[in-house]
Every structure is written in structure tokens, then in C-alpha cells.
């Protein structure tokens, strides 16, 4: 449960590389670019905020410029890495969303009265956060949405 994150042990350069990498191709380079001592200080700041009640909301700098943020679901690993649950870390990317923007009344659970959008995976989930990266279908309220693949 991502409510008792904590990081028991400073993390290495080699875990910290570990862990960022799955984020983004731009968070694996924080050890060389910030240096051990505060990357390390940047991921324990992550269990620091959970352990004061700081609601964690999951997003990219996909809009930085230099970012290389793409890949929201791909993002969605860090906090798996920093010991929250996979459960948790959905919930985090869905109804605690909705809730931080005030759209939780209309939006962030697939219930009646609420806007009908949602993925169709390959896998699941609760099993690989991966699976989040493999969309089949998007419904976009309540209609399948054209998904566009990159080109190989």
C-alpha cells in the first residue's frame, strides 16, 4: 500500500538508475546529471510525502521542453519502484486525479453518471503495470477512440 512508502535503505546510483529508467530515458540520467547524494534526496522525498499525507498525483513534464516524459503509463512505475502497490498506483492515476482536480463527481471510476472513458488492455494490471501500455481500446465517453501507433 503506497499509504506506509517507505524507502528502508539509501538507494545505490545503480538502484536509483534502476528505478528512474523505467520512468523515462531522462529520469534514468539523475544520478550522473544530480549527483547520488540528491537523487537519492529526491527519491526519499517520495515516501516522505506519503508518510506526511501528501496525495501523490502520477503525471509527466511531457511539456518541459528537453523532456523525453512520453509515456504516462511507463511513468506510473516509479511508484511501484518506491513500494507503492499496483492497486494503489491505479488508484492514484484514476480516482485520486479526479479527486486533486475536482472532477471527481463526473470522472475517475467507471460507475453510472459517470463519463465513460476508460482503456482495454492486454494483461493485467494488478499483475504488470505494463499491461497499461499495451491499449487495445480507448473510450473516450463511452465511444471507441482511434488509437495512433508510432511509426517503427
Known amino acids: 500500500m503506497c499509504g506506509h512508502l517507505a524507502l528502508a535503505r539509501p538507494l545505490s546510483r545503480s538502484r536509483i538508475s534502476r528505478l528512474l529508467r523505467y520512468v523515462s530515458r531522462a529520469c534514468s540520467v539523475w544520478p550522473n ?11 526519499q522525498r517520495f ?7 501528501i496525495t501523490l498525483i502520477p503525471g509527466t513534464d511531457a511539456s518541459t521542453p528537453n523532456s523525453n516524459f512520453d509515456n ?9 519502484h518506491l513500494g507503492c502497490d499496483r492497486a494503489s498506483v491505479i488508484e492514484m492515476a484514476t480516482m485520486a486525479s479526479a479527486r486533486a ?7 475517475g ?3 453510472t453518471g459517470y463519463v465513460a472513458d476508460g482503456l482495454v488492455v492486454n494483461g493485467d494490471p494488478l ?26
Open 33 to 43: 546529471r544530480l549527483g547520488l547524494a540528491l537523487a537519492d534526496h529526491v527519491a
Open 101 to 107: 482536480l475536482g472532477l471527481d463527481r463526473t470522472m
Open 47 to 53: 515516501a516522505w510525502m506519503v508518510q506526511h499525507g
Open 72 to 80: 504516462y503509463a511507463r511513468a506510473l512505475h516509479l511508484y511501484e
Open 127 to 152: 499483475a504488470d503495470l505494463a499491461a497499461l501500455s499495451r491499449v487495445c481500446i480507448v473510450l473516450a465517453q463511452g465511444r471507441a477512440a482511434e488509437i495512433r501507433r508510432p511509426s517503427p
Open 109 to 111: 471510476r467507471l460507475s
